[in-house]
């Protein structure tokens, strides 16, 4: 049971660069999130999706896009990457239902230079 | 702005000795709140959670205490070891028609046990 994988685990981007983080759950979870860490910051909400086709915008939405077409897949898309988008993401996902656990990948960290 | 205030950013204990963490929300609608753990290169995961209708959830030697009218909670870790460093991460979900979807978190605390 391989549970939530991230792809890339690592990746160096130029400046305007675009690129598409692939987040895969095989717990048939309905809610999905992407977050960014950052020193200092914590994990800061994205994205997130409570179901195939839905998805809504977190605490720092700007500059990303995300698409859940499949359920147990959510794209994470930067279309014109930029330094201050230089972090870890991390994908998590969880059951329907109240008080439920997410369960985490484990993290793409992402360079913009 | 931040929802969930956590603190302290770091934290050295020695072993044997008792590892407290703070957090403090304003939003009265969070009604689930878990902690969770993160080792370096590693997701978070889950260590522990409580629901605001009580005030003590005790598992092993992970406490976490919770004071509705004040808004606050805290993770009591007895008897740290040294396996226990680690980055901890307070968080809060909010209740909606769809059920807790949004999970937010806090800034994170590194705790590091000294023997």
């Known amino acids: 049971n391989a549970g939530v994988t991230q792809t890339p685990k690592f990746r160096v981007l130029k400046t305007g660069q675009s690129m598409t983080l692939l987040c895969a759950q095989d717990m048939n979870h309905e809610y999905m999130y992407w977050y960014r860490q950052d020193p200092g910051m914590g994990l800061r909400l994205i994205h997130y999706?409570?179901?195939?086709?839905?998805?809504a915008k977190g605490e720092v939405p700007d500059g990303y896009n995300v698409s859940r077409l499949k359920k147990q897949n959510f794209l994470l898309g930067l279309e014109s990457a930029a330094p201050s988008q230089t972090s870890v993401y991390f994908c998590a996902s969880r059951p329907r239902g109240s008080n439920t656990e997410a369960f985490f990948g484990q993290g793409t960290r992402l360079t913009v230079v | 702005q931040q929802q969930v205030k956590q603190s302290p950013q770091s934290l050295i204990v020695q072993k044997g000795g008792i590892s407290i963490i703070n957090c403090a929300y304003e939003?009265?609608?969070?009604?689930?709140f878990p902690w969770y753990q993160q080792f370096p290169g590693k997701g978070p995961a889950l260590l522990i959670a409580?629901?605001?209708?009580?005030s003590e959830k005790k598992e092993g030697r992970f406490t976490i205490s919770f004071n509705k009218s004040a808004k606050q909670f805290s993770l009591h870790i007895m008897d740290s070891q040294p396996g226990d460093s680690a980055t901890y991460f307070c968080?809060?979900?909010?209740?909606?028609?769809?059920?807790?979807?949004?999970?937010?978190f806090g800034t994170g605390t590194r705790l590091t046990i000294i023997p």
């Open positions: 409580i629901r605001p209708d009580v």
């Open positions: 968080a809060a979900s909010i209740r909606t028609n769809f059920g807790n979807e949004k999970l937010t």
């Open positions: 999706s409570v179901g195939e086709g839905t998805t």
């Open positions: 939003n009265t609608a969070f009604d689930y």
